[in-house]
């Protein structure tokens, strides 16, 4: 097994444990500009975002209303919730976007590679044939093709269809 050594990472990584003053979820769920916070869908339990910091283009993420860090904390009625929610995400993705396929994940946990760890989120992540290049490995950088407020504008489109009903 290799070792890369890189001690300055350590700073980010204290930093990381610092709790964030607010919750950019429960701001979105709260503000009635959707289109601001680009907002998808709001419902009684769930919500369903654009990622601002994407890892490809329509990456959503789907949250519950509720502020809670883990599933177990959520009803059954809200686990439900979630599960139409991406369920019907995935739909108007594959309807607007036309990706190949789907990285869905949730990470629990700052270790797991949650960014907010305080409020429970799935991220769908559209993918498509050829969507990864030389770009990342080399150069560190993602490219995104398209802007955000172009891909929430086709999204918002069919965004109608997405339903957290059981």
Do not use: Q
């Not at 560190?140 to 929430?152: A, G, N």
Request: glycine share 6%; aromatic share 8%; net charge positive.
């Amino acid at each position: 097994m290799k070792i890369l050594w890189a001690p300055w990472r350590i700073k980010y990584i204290l930093s990381a444990k610092k709790k964030a003053e607010s919750c950019f979820i429960c701001e979105a769920y709260r503000d009635s500009n959707l289109r601001e916070r680009l907002v998808l869908f709001k419902g009684e339990n769930t919500i369903v975002l654009m990622n601002k910091y994407p890892y490809n283009t329509g990456h959503l993420l789907v949250a519950p209303s509720r502020h809670v860090a883990t599933l177990n904390e959520l009803s059954s009625a809200e686990i439900c919730s979630l599960g139409m929610a991406v369920k019907t995400s995935i739909e108007v993705l594959k309807e607007t976007l036309h990706p190949d396929g789907f990285n869905i994940g949730i990470n629990l946990g700052r270790v797991a590679g949650a960014g907010l760890e305080d409020h429970v989120h799935i991220h769908i992540v559209p993918r498509w044939n050829g969507d990864t290049n030389f770009m990342p490995v080399i150069a560190e950088t993602k490219v995104i093709p398209e802007s955000l407020r172009d891909t929430y504008e086709k999204l918002l489109r069919s965004a109608g269809k997405i339903s957290e009903k059981c």
